[in-house]
């Protein structure tokens, strides 16, 4: 098999390596000691990239990979998204697909690649500012939502959240490189 054909493989092994902090990441990226992983994941998830990787390929690979998320850029418009996995992980795994060399590359700053300041964890939208989205909970950044069940309040950053979930969320979820807690204490919008 041919590395072109095999490089939604090296990208996705690559992205795996980036989002745990692996530390072959550096040497996946110079694309040294891939053969070995690409091997396996195609092998474990009974894929056949001879072809090369398309829609039906990322579907089948974000079946296999449930425990990430994968996110596919197009390289022409890079603030549209090809695709989007099913997936509700925190673990993303961002793609940018060039169609004229049918390549896919790893994106490992995001806003940086795309120029924009704010990634929703929900919807994946990208822009200048954070927006409302009904698949992001208002309070604590959760996704999916958090449900009202039974209302805790933090002295920390004075506010209600919905329940004891969404409180424990709020205290490890970032926004902006801050937890939420710190982060609505600051908040400008709030």
Request: charged share 20%.
């Amino acid at each position: 098999m041919k590395a072109a054909f095999l490089c939604l493989a090296h990208t996705l092994i690559i992205a795996m390596a980036r989002v745990n902090g692996g530390p072959n990441f550096v040497s996946y990226r110079q694309g040294r000691f891939l053969k070995e992983p690409v091997e396996e994941i195609l092998k474990a998830s009974g894929m056949d990239l001879s072809n090369g990787g398309a829609f039906e390929e990322l579907q089948r690979f974000q079946q296999y990979l449930s425990d990430y998320k994968i996110i596919v850029f197009d390289g022409l418009y890079p603030d549209k998204v090809m695709f989007s996995g099913n997936s509700l992980s925190a673990k993303k795994l961002y793609l940018l697909y060039d169609r004229y060399s049918g390549h896919y590359n790893v994106i490992t700053n995001l806003e940086g690649a795309m120029a924009k300041k704010y990634i929703c964890n929900g919807c994946d939208t990208l822009s200048d500012h954070a927006h409302k989205c009904d698949k992001v909970c208002s309070l604590c950044t959760a996704t999916p939502p958090c449900t009202n069940d039974k209302s805790k309040y933090c002295c920390t950053c004075n506010r209600w959240l919905l329940s004891e979930k969404c409180f424990q969320n709020h205290l490890i979820l970032k926004v902006n490189g801050k937890l939420v807690c710190q982060w609505r204490q600051v908040c400008r919008y709030c």
